[in-house]
């Protein structure tokens, strides 16, 4: 397996992330093996806030949870309703990268990572989907999440994560202004009722943004329900009327629009914060928290 390459720096952030690069592509790579698949040349897709590695010439992706883990110790439970939803929506005919049937898709773990494997798409070059494409796409794709017949809890990254972040506000006292901090603080107790008790709910992708509708082979397939949950139909279009404010329009209540929205920011800005502990500081990341707190309204 080639090296990954460690720049020089005396900043220990890019190090850091390299060596846990490195690490969750070897964990991948040696659990594949073990499954009988071979693996020539580990392709990094992506690597944010988990790695996604091509194993190949195997036509297989492996999704390695790094720095997700961190803010949820329950990872695997994560991963396996993400196994367990990603089958059914397969089975249904929903537009989804499926999971891999060259190894059980998992989770699995090795190392203290966890991850799960999925099928091999690969990208259309030329197509980027669009928030346009999300709006268009999620009736179909809501239609068959209601039909998947396990327990999925309510609003999980919302009950599990939000926490986590605030409680590392306290160890980040810097990142925000005390008026951003009150503003936040103040819409996470003003939301806590709506958030216990949304009224109407329906099964959410959790995740919702152009980032996860894959470009392939000329069509459009979801991926990434690792946030699977319960809730109100505006929690899923919350981060798409930010990217175009008619989005969805008769959806629902223009008051759960503007809850949900409000409740995706207090999420967004309450994860970041919550990173900061791995991150450390860095100002293109607070500016990330701030901007996610500016959402919040007034």
């Known amino acids: 397996m080639p090296d990954l390459v460690v720049p020089a720096t005396t ?45 190949a010439p195997a036509p297989v992706v492996a999704g390695i949870s790094t720095w997700t883990a961190e803010l949820r110790p329950d990872i695997t439970d994560w ?30 773990e090795r190392d203290g990572l966890a991850m799960t494997f999925t099928t091999w798409a ?22 068959a999440l209601a039909t998947y017949p396990g327990e999925l809890p309510l609003l999980a990254p919302v009950h599990q994560d939000v926490p986590r972040g605030l409680a590392a506000l306290d160890r980040h006292p810097d990142v925000l202004t005390p008026e951003e901090r009150d503003r936040l603080l103040s819409a996470h107790e003003r939301l806590a009722p709506f958030a216990a008790a949304p009224g109407d709910v329906t099964v959410l992708h959790g995740d919702l943004h152009p980032g996860n509708l894959h470009a392939t082979g000329g069509e459009l397939r979801w991926i990434d329900f690792e946030d699977v949950c319960r809730g109100p139909v505006g929690y899923d279009l919350a981060l798409l ?25 207090v999420y967004l800005a309450s994860c970041m914060i919550a990173f900061r502990d791995v991150f450390g500081d860095d100002p293109e990341w607070d500016g990330y928290i701030r901007w996610f707190v500016s959402r919040i309204s007034s």
Do not use: I
Not at 36 to 45: I, M, Q, S
Not at 253 to 263: G, H, I, K
């Open 241 to 265: 009327r930010w990217m175009d404010p008619t989005a969805g329009d008769g959806w629902a209540e223009p008051e759960q629009l503007a809850l949900c929205s409000d409740l995706r920011a």
């Open 122 to 143: 690969p990208p259309d070059t030329d197509r980027t989907p669009g928030a346009a494409d999300c709006v268009a796409m999620l009736p179909d794709l809501h239609t």
């Open 11 to 55: 900043d220990e952030r890019p190090r850091r992330r390299a060596d846990r690069t490195r690490r969750a592509v070897a964990a991948a790579v040696a659990v594949a093996r073990e499954h009988g698949l071979r693996v020539d040349e580990p392709v990094v897709l992506n690597d944010r806030f988990s790695v996604q590695v091509h194993l």
């Open 79 to 108: 991963l396996a309703r993400k196994v367990a939803v990603t089958d059914h929506l397969e089975a249904v005919g929903a537009p989804v990268v499926g999971n891999s049937r060259e190894l059980p898709p998992g989770p699995h």
